[in-house]
């Protein structure tokens, strides 16, 4: 099992990008600092893609844009199935439609 740790502040990520745009590698900013050499380069190929020079995957914004719909649907579904209740439940009581243990 691995152990898990708070992320990495934003400013810290960006200063260790900045330093790798700058010439050093992310095998020796690994050995400096704690974050792994393959952690760093995932956060460079983020900060392409956000920037626009990589096309290979989602941006930041559009990974929250993505998180906030599918939220979006999830809270509609629920709601979606609150009104099929009460539309059934509204029925029944109304007579319009037999209960489901009735034998007509």
Do not use: C, H
């Not at 952690?39 to 983020?46: D, H, K, S, V």
């Not at 649907?73 to 629920?78: A, C, D």
């Not at 709601?79 to 539309?87: D, G, N, Q, S, V």
Request: hydrophobic share 35%; aromatic share 6%.
């Amino acid at each position: 099992m691995s152990k898990s740790r708070p992320p990495y502040p934003a400013e810290f990520r960006r200063k260790l990008i900045a330093l790798v745009r700058a010439g050093r590698s992310p095998d020796e900013l690994a050995k400096q600092f704690e974050p792994s050499a393959q952690t760093i380069r995932n956060w460079l190929a983020q900060a392409d893609r956000d920037e626009g020079k990589r096309a290979d995957g989602v941006s930041s914004a559009e990974r929250e844009e993505l998180g906030k719909l599918r939220r979006e649907v999830r809270q509609l579904k629920l709601e979606r199935e609150i009104l099929a209740k009460a539309t059934a439940w509204f029925a029944r009581e109304s007579g319009s439609i037999p209960d489901k243990d009735s034998n007509s």
